[in-house]
């Protein structure tokens, strides 16, 4: 395990795979399993497999109802985000938005493709390359963004592509690169709200 800290928050980059289960969207997941008492993006590579009690997308909850494991792939990069300042709903998905912004750029900054995002979601030549959720709880908002390695394993009626179609193989170094960046902007937000005078 890699832990780069900054001043409000940690990127935690995990070296062995596990795979994402929606379990690690609860509040303190990080506190509990690596000892991160603060804001944290925990970055990791793994499968993805979420079972339909464990989704939080009611949207997608009452459209996969009859599907017993609606989000999986083979081998994916996870991130899990949590932030404790404000788990107001809005700001956690403008955080996700932050988040997959950042994470199209990167990917497009180790390839000579163009990525297309439409709200959470990115996209390579119409087909899916990535699952992201927002929630909230009582002392957290948190974040899923899962990013397709490989677009095997994914549900039959999902036309899904991975990093690895598109000819990307450094997945570790652009999990860590998102992360960081991830983490190094929300700790360049708290230093600009405490250095910027109010309005009367």
Known sequence: MKKIDFDTISAVILEEFKTYTGKEIEPLWAFNTFDVQKDSI??????????????????????????????????????????????????????????????????????NLKLKKSGDD??????????????????????????????????AYVSAVGLNDMGIENTFEIMEEIASIYAKEMSKIEKDIRKTLPLF
């Open 42 to 111: 925990v970055g990791f590579i793994g499968p993805m497999n979420v079972k339909i009690e464990n989704m939080k997308d009611l949207k997608d909850v009452k459209e996969e109802k009859d599907v017993e494991i609606p989000i999986q792939s083979s081998e994916a990069i996870n991130f899990i985000v949590e932030h404790f300042d404000n788990p107001d709903l809005k700001m956690t998905y403008l955080r996700q938005r932050i988040l997959v912004s950042t994470a199209k750029e990167v990917i497009e900054n180790h390839v």
């Open 122 to 155: 990115l996209y390579f030549n119409d087909k899916k390359l990535s699952v992201c959720i927002a929630c909230r709880g009582i002392s957290s908002g948190k974040i899923h963004l899962g990013i397709n390695i490989k677009s095997d394993g994914v549900p």
